[in-house]
């Protein structure tokens, strides 16, 4: 059913406060599918929205609720930090139709990789399974009738849309090696001295050398051993990989770009930029600001034995917010791009 | 009449390679009502637009145009550089039932002022007062029926937006002071040693002490003598004016709230940010990338002589770009904010 | 006396582990003249000082210590919160032959003027006398002899040295208006939601639109009324002002120009930047970081009413520690420029 | 000889007027035991070498001169562009007792590679051999002696320091993986669209895929093959290398950390930095602008099969003008820190 031929979705965030809160209002605000009926946050309960997240000032009258004062919703999505979320989720499946959840909770099927990964054991096992990856690309039938949904994360995202159909397509093997460069906005809206504009500015911060959590999450997706560093660089939004892959013999660029063609030929939200010349021959983050595009790229010399694979979203949209309504979208049968429309700025 | 009843308009961009040619573009090929019908570019000709404009890959199959290769237009966009433009004004004028122009030729009303600034004689004077100034603001129902727009300067569009309504209500008075600091985007996108990346970037240069051609542009329009020094500050977008003025004899901030809000209650992209306290006390063009609206605020102490008034805008959208598709909304009847809806992003 | 005929000073460092207070340790340990004896931190005692000035690694075996492990000094840095600083002062006196205080507290001369900016009584009126203002170019014989030496706060620096020759030629009058621009490290090393990398970087943020404290110490100076307005700019480092002056009738570029020279033609740090063309025109804080220079420059037009000066500086040095050390060297007969000698970087 | 204990060496820069040129400018210019005789630019002949270089204002009354103006030197460096280097070598050569050359011209012994990297066939590969690798680190002995070094390039420098003691140890094998990120001023001081602000700030630019020059020689100095990409990211100055290898059987951390103390224990400006927590875990080149340090870092987990390497250095300083310096003073016998001594600035 198309809801727009009806009514609005009635839709809630919880912990609407932080930076993957404020992106899910922004896009929902101007949703023309959605009615946005409830934003959480405990310390903000009754304070109009746009106070924190100022880009939305005369676009809304919203406040600020308390948990306790939500209802029923056709979707409840989830802004919450990992382990509280995974706590609580009894509660909020109870609250809506479709939940869809941004924390890492529900990420990882395997819950003993969920505690490596994590640090402490997983304590609602029994309901990993049942959710769905939201990532339309990847599992568009799956999601058009779940009811819970876990959005991947940031850098897991780029990684997971970069690698995938290479993996599928048994053109890469081995242990892939991941650089991935995350701007600051990824930490969160929480102020600490590792965000501190004095120190964050201009840094080249390998903030997790090895064992980064997203790191698992692309294991997962290609079935491949990863070995990724997280960096962080001058940057607010963005998120950028860099990975290299040990090729199976045989396959090269003409293979390459097939398995993407095959892959992505009709997404409306993957653009794969790979030119021979040009400022833009790869895919940089720097253009992708508030857009729900997913840039993927790659290199390889004749004969090489290894491919380069770029890619580049922003951390907020196509790595969490816009993701997660782009999956809204495919659920209850809307346009899949809706409200999820806007370009990206050039130059920015 | 609403052309959304009957047929999109036909517009092209003469000088459509360049950063606001850009934004023009980005604005009008996702605007409803429009159809983007040729775009030119001298040295392109030929060329896909998205090979310099790469937000726009997926976007788009448009390909850059020779001008001999333009017809007829219900509009007609001017990104082209001052003097040319004004040579060049009778033949454009005959391409389109509407021309909206983006140079700086058609903004001063005296040919005197204009060469003053420009320091070039006015080529078309004639002409000059058969221009509509294209700022909704302040004459919108002359744009009703406008054929000919002169869309005024990014900087300027920042000043005469934060002044003429304290000039109008007779508020200020005297020398008005004007720092305005702007993003290098608004430097185009030729390079040369001044716009090179290792010395612009964290740059706070004085580019123009005095007589830059905006100071004109907000001397005409507020009727006041100005005092205005243009600095680029580390931006690629982004124009923020801090204003200081004289204070008539009883105006204090109830009058000037007053002011603002006669003049733009009922506005669609003005706001007016004025707060005790806060992170978002004032305006700041750190939120307004990509987004059409120009912020306002102000500050004076209790008994003081002086006001003290802040203004910020993306230079390409609402200093440019932005304001011309604005213009041509209301000029053909659509809703004024078509096409204009992006809010801007938090945190950016 | 020169000391450096003899033995090194003996000097501590009081709140060390601050931004100014790690800039007074990059300066004296590698100052000739100087031992670094002690660096106070209330939470760092014990820990080496360069797990929080990263750039001191592999120079120093420095380790915090608590204040009262302090025995008496040479010379005594104050790096301390205003407030706190005045009400401990008798106690500080008592621990070193001479104080460098690098608070607030003793910049005002008037007690009432102090209560005005900073909201709270003075509690020491009977000190502010005993302190000689830590500006070398302008008290420099006071300075030879001085035991109790208050350096101005850092945008404070700036505008006085650009605009007190000016006001000692009587070739201004009447109100000076002040457009400061700030890097971030100038709100020191505390973390808070103001400092949060994603909501200050490419801020524009006019965090005192009037009334900042140090408009008070330009008053001071310059015996002139000022009213100044404080942005945060993009950057770490870096102050710059932006003046505008009313000249006294037949003030004209040459006597400005003369009026500079005469006073700072020998300076050391004191460059006067003012070109017709070229890059590098005025005075910009992008090239000072690191380096102790204040760069003074200016712009009239032939016939103009006003002048407008720019100047820029590092806050952290010559708004700074530099300028406390450039003090300390006077105080003691060394050579002015000992150890602050570095150039600065182009580009940066 | 020390020749601080007779006089001072008489230098010249041949090509001056660019970044590599003028970092050498700001280091020699301040060198007690150098005399700055002679800097030449084409363009710029007679002007100030303080135009192009404006943080040397007040410094130097040096001016450009043409290279048909030069006499002879005790060294000559050469900030030249490869191919051209190559080609007028033998004249150089002749106009100095030391040549160091800043180019990429004779940094690969083999004639082969470099036409493979360069894209042309050698014009001097008689002279190849002629050269010592300036890096003092690796080849101290040999530079005591040196009438002709080689300067390694920005990102091979951080690479062979991170990586030979290492591979010497033979602790790693295999492919290594290198991302290095770089500051715009290594594209050099020439304007082009790839380097206007716009287009650059905020880039993450994959601008070498695979095959960039420094690649070869990285491989050259470990005897590793290597696969190198390099991306711009947002920055002036600055290489940050993150590197990947394959363990050796028996290779752990604390095999590493020994290798790395045994080669560096006692270089006055290599650091090891890889702490287990804090903000300044591994190395980062935002603390490094300016100083001649190159910091080196390294991950890996408990039973892990690879390191995963950091190092990061000032492209303009330890990449460049500075090892320059630092090579001078090892050939004559000068103390090895003489006028590198800057630290560094935190924050920055």
Redesign the interface.
């Given at each position: 059913m198309n809801n727009l031929c009806d009514r609005k979705l009635r839709v809630a965030v919880v912990g609407a406060a932080g930076?993957i809160g404020?992106e899910l209002l922004?896009l929902l605000i101007?949703h023309p599918g959605v009615e946005v009926a409830a934003a959480t946050s405990r310390g903000l309960r009754g304070r109009p929205i746009d106070?924190v997240?100022?880009?939305?000032?005369?676009?809304t009258k919203l406040a600020f609720c308390a948990e306790d004062q939500l209802d029923h919703y056709d979707a409840l999505f989830l802004a919450t930090p990992h382990r509280e979320t995974m706590r609580r989720m009894p509660h909020f499946v109870a609250l809506a139709d479709t939940v869809i959840d941004l924390s890492g909770d529900f990420r990882l099927s395997d819950p003993q990789v969920y505690e490596d990964y994590y640090g402490v054991p997983h304590e609602s096992p029994d309901l990993i399974g049942t959710f769905v990856p939201g990532l339309a690309e990847l599992h568009r039938e799956r999601l058009r009738t779940a009811s819970r949904i876990s959005v991947p994360g940031c850098m897991a995202t780029a990684g997971i849309l970069a690698l995938v159909p290479l993996a599928e397509a048994g053109l890469i093997q081995g242990?892939l090696?991941v650089?991935a460069?995350t701007?600051?906005?990824g930490?969160g809206?929480k102020?600490?001295?590792?965000?501190?504009?004095?120190?964050?500015?201009?840094?080249?911060?390998?903030f997790a050398?090895?064992?980064h959590r997203h790191e698992a999450e692309i294991a997962q997706a290609t079935g491949l051993p990863v070995?990724m560093?997280a960096?962080g660089?001058?940057?607010?939004?963005?998120v950028?990989l860099?990975c290299?892959a040990a090729l199976m013999p045989g396959a090269d660029e003409k293979a390459i770009r097939a398995a993407y063609r095959a892959r992505y030929g009709d997404e409306p939200f993957i653009?794969v930029?790979a030119h021979r010349r040009?400022?833009?021959?790869?895919?940089?983050?720097?253009?992708l600001?508030?857009?729900n595009?997913c840039?993927v790229?790659f290199?390889?010399?004749r004969g090489?034995s290894?491919v380069?694979v770029?890619s580049?979203l922003d951390n907020l949209v196509k790595g969490g917010a816009g993701n997660a309504v782009q999956c809204l979208n495919v659920r209850y049968g809307m346009p899949e791009a809706l409200g999820l429309?806007?370009?990206?700025?050039?130059?920015?």
């Open positions: 930076y404020g922004r101007s106070g997240h100022p880009n939305l000032r005369g676009l242990a090696t650089d460069k701007g600051s906005s930490a809206a102020a600490g001295p590792e965000n501190l504009h004095a120190e964050r500015s201009g840094a080249l911060r390998v050398p090895t064992r070995s560093t960096t660089v001058e940057a607010v939004r963005g950028q860099l290299k653009r930029v040009g400022l833009h021959r790869f895919p940089d983050a720097k253009i600001s508030g857009s595009f840039d790229g290199a390889l010399e090489a290894h380069t770029i580049a429309e806007f370009s990206g700025l050039h130059p920015n």
